[in-house]
């Protein structure tokens, strides 16, 4: 798949750029704390940027990689998202420790169904066989709904509340986003509720004691196939892992991206598909695919 180069611009020209385009752009971060007294002090804020002039937007949610922090992007796809009519979260989760270092060795021996055990904490905080020591109000979800009753009691005329459903999102006005650890959560979360949409970048490859691909992969979903679109770049280590969680995940071929071009100075395969502006191009129509 080839695309033409586009110039990279810095952050704060990025939002200057976002800003001139709309004139009620509104950008803020937000401690999790602040949204839930439980929640560590010192943890990485989230990162919120929306048209306070435009309430019925869908929302982009982004899950970073590994010891991401929301707020450093990658923000060539969050301003492609705001470029395409969404609102953006990015969304602070404990993310430090990625699942295939949790889940190796003897404890991948031992603990059957390790990585779904470990998303499930992750994701939901409801399994208590979990190999990791996150509690309930970690877990992304109700991350979310505590940031979203935040943002709605913070600026209710932005109407953030009607993405909420009670104590649940609503998931079919948001699209779930994610590179690595956290494109492989976004994958996890859409296998038992209807997002309108999965945009997964390099989204892990989780496997089981025997070397196969986690079982998981393989569960029916709720989300259906054509809203699910996937990156990975064909010069990582694990692209052949990745190409085959994507089958077994049920994405059709054609949303399947396997990514060519070559590296950018000093960049990694694995975060070329979020980093490199030469692929906004691609960035743009998988956005445009999902949008509700």
């Known amino acids: 798949m080839r695309h033409r180069p586009i110039a990279v611009l810095a952050l704060a020209a990025l939002l200057c750029l976002a800003a ?41 949610v982004w899950l970073p990689g590994t010891h991401g922090r929301p707020a450093e992007g990658p923000m060539g796809v969050l301003r492609a998202a705001l470029d395409g009519g969404y609102r953006v979260i990015g969304l602070s989760y404990l993310d430090g420790d990625a699942v295939g270092q949790v889940c190796a060795g003897p404890r991948l021996r031992s603990l059957r169904n390790c990585a779904a055990l470990m998303r499930q904490q992750r994701v939901w905080g409801d399994a208590p066989r979990a190999p990791i020591a996150d509690r309930p109000e970690d877990a992304i979800v109700p991350r979310l709904v ?117 590296l950018r100075p000093g960049g990694q395969p694995h975060g070329e598909g979020i980093a490199n502006p030469a692929y906004a191009p691609l960035w743009r129509q998988m956005l445009d695919a999902v949008r509700p």
């Open 146 to 262: 505590g940031l979203l009753k935040h943002l709605a009691a913070q600026d209710p005329a932005s109407q953030w509340s009607t993405y909420l459903d009670g104590d649940e999102p609503r998931w079919n006005r948001i699209v779930l986003a994610g590179q690595s650890q956290g494109g492989g959560m976004a994958e996890f979360l859409a296998k038992t509720r209807a997002v309108a949409g999965v945009l997964s970048f390099s989204g892990g490859w989780d496997r089981e004691a025997g070397g196969e691909l986690a079982s998981w992969y393989r569960r029916a979903s709720v989300t259906p196939p054509e809203r699910w679109h996937a990156t990975y770049h064909l010069r990582e280590t694990a692209a052949d892992l990745l190409a085959q969680s994507y089958r077994d995940l049920g994405i059709p071929p054609a949303q399947v991206h396997a990514l060519d071009l070559p």
């Open 20 to 60: 001139t385009a709309r004139a009620e752009l509104r950008t803020l971060t937000v401690a999790p704390q602040a949204t839930d007294a439980r929640l560590g002090p010192d943890e990485p804020p989230h990162w919120v940027a929306y048209d306070t002039a435009t309430p019925s937007q869908p929302l982009l």
